[in-house]
């Protein structure tokens, strides 16, 4: 839909139908500018033209032109490979970024709420944040073995803190005055975190989501390359071990796009649940 402000806003000779042919509307009502989506896929026929000329006027075997490499995406395709892998891949990540969303979310709930919580919690998060998370391999080797559990846990790891991290802060940023009234107003310890503290806190906990699904796919190729070799990380690990660099870009290609699936999937409930904090014209 067009608003009245933005019809006055319109140069003149542009009509109604024009502005129409020039947004899309959301499920929510909301305009969204087609323009943005062609800059977008404007900006990635740039990047891949540079690519293809880049492959083959420098002729480095590393850098092979990118129709070679869809070339070999297709054949990987064609053979079943990328689909059982990326299939395996996707249970680990799943699993682990579940078990991080959830356990982060509580955490960072109560150690944004509760002061105690957060001075005895916060040096660990913060330390665990920052530290690399292949370190705790042989810990966890001595608890888990070689397996599912292993890459799960690397998954985990690598998304748990940084959703914790937002979360807090997202409790912190709640206005001292929507407490106040809640309070006022006769509202229980419970009701302020459902009704108060939780809404308030969506659109930093969203962010920590969709940074945490990040480092979750990054953690995901990291653990089944050098700790569990199955899935993509297994996959790029045996072409890159044969120097195989169109198979590697390949899969890499397929990598990018499954980490951008999932990152828009997490900015799609976003977009759901903090609509509201939009402003409407």
């Known amino acids: 839909m067009i608003s009245p402000r ?5 140069p003149p000779g542009i009509g109604e139908g024009t502005l129409l042919s020039r947004t899309l509307t ?12 062609r800059h977008d896929l404007f900006a990635l026929l740039i990047g891949g033209v540079v690519w293809e000329i880049a492959g ?14 869809l070339r070999a995406a297709l054949g990987l395709l064609a ?16 699993i682990g970024y579940g078990l991080a969303a959830s356990g982060g979310i509580l ?11 957060e001075y005895v919690i916060e040096p660990y998060v913060g330390a665990l944040l920052t530290a690399p998370k292949l370190v705790f391999v042989p810990i966890l080797y001595a608890f ?3 397996g599912r559990g292993i890459q799960v846990a690397v998954v985990f790891l690598s998304a748990f803190f940084i959703i914790v991290i937002n979360t807090m802060a997202g409790i912190r940023s709640v206005d001292a005055s929507w407490i106040e009234m809640a309070r006022a107003f006769g509202a229980k310890e419970r009701q302020l975190f459902w009704k108060v503290l939780l809404p308030g806190a969506l659109p ?6 969709r940074l945490g699904m990040g480092r979750a796919v990054k953690g995901m190729i990291r653990g089944e390359m050098y700790i569990a070799l199955f899935g993509m990380g297994a996959l790029l690990r045996k072409y890159g071990s044969r120097f195989d660099s169109e198979s590697v870009f390949a899969i890499l290609l397929v990598v990018v796009a499954l980490a951008l699936v999932c990152s828009y999937a997490v900015q799609l409930v976003e977009r759901r649940l903090t609509g509201w904090t939009e402003p409407r014209p």
Not at 6 to 10: L, P, Q, R
Not at 26 to 37: H, K, L, S, T, W
Not at 79 to 94: D, E, F, P, R
Not at 204 to 209: N, S, V
């Open 79 to 94: 053979s079943g490979q990328i689909l059982g892998y990326v299939a395996a891949s996707l249970v680990s990540l799943v």
């Open 26 to 37: 959301d499920a929510q009502g909301r305009d969204i500018p087609i323009g943005d989506a």
């Open 204 to 209: 930093l906990i969203m962010a920590g989501l």
């Open 6 to 10: 933005e019809h006055a806003d319109s």
């Open 144 to 146: 888990l073995g070689i």
């Open 56 to 69: 083959r006027t420098l002729h480095y075997s590393f850098l092979p032109p990118l129709s070679n490499v």
């Open 107 to 117: 955490l960072g709930l109560l150690m944004g709420r509760y002061r105690t919580v």
